[in-house]
């Protein structure tokens, strides 16, 4: 089983940027659609992006413009760029693959003020 690190947020305000980083314990190389997800309090964990082994992306439509995923096969990463960030994306962010899921991390705590 392959155990998931989410590390890099914090508190920001609105505007700011933040990069996210999702290490995996083990080795993503062969996995094609890895994805970052995020649970507002109150709701349910939420798509945010989607990357496959061939550098195809996907976003959500809150996500278009704003923030950018990518991944390093060598490092076992998946990052999450994220712009011009607003209250809204206040979260608990997460990544996993998206079939078969690993069991989640503890998620990156991501705080947009006002």
């Known amino acids: 089983q392959v155990q998931l690190v989410e590390s890099g947020g914090g508190l920001v305000q609105a505007g700011g940027s933040l990069r996210l980083s999702c290490a995996a314990s083990?080795?993503?190389?062969?996995?094609?659609?890895m994805a970052w997800y995020r649970q507002a309090p109150g709701k349910q964990r939420e798509l945010v992006a989607t990357v496959t082994n061939t550098g195809f992306t996907n976003y959500v439509a809150f996500a278009k413009g704003r923030f950018t995923i990518s991944r390093d096969n060598a490092k076992n990463t998946v990052y999450l760029q994220m712009a011009n960030l607003k209250p809204e994306d206040t979260a608990v962010y997460y990544c996993?693959?998206?079939?078969?899921?690993?069991?989640w991390g503890q998620g990156t705590q991501v705080t947009v003020s006002s």
């Open positions: 083990g080795s993503i190389s062969n996995i094609n659609a």
């Open positions: 996993n693959r998206i079939l078969n899921k690993w069991d």
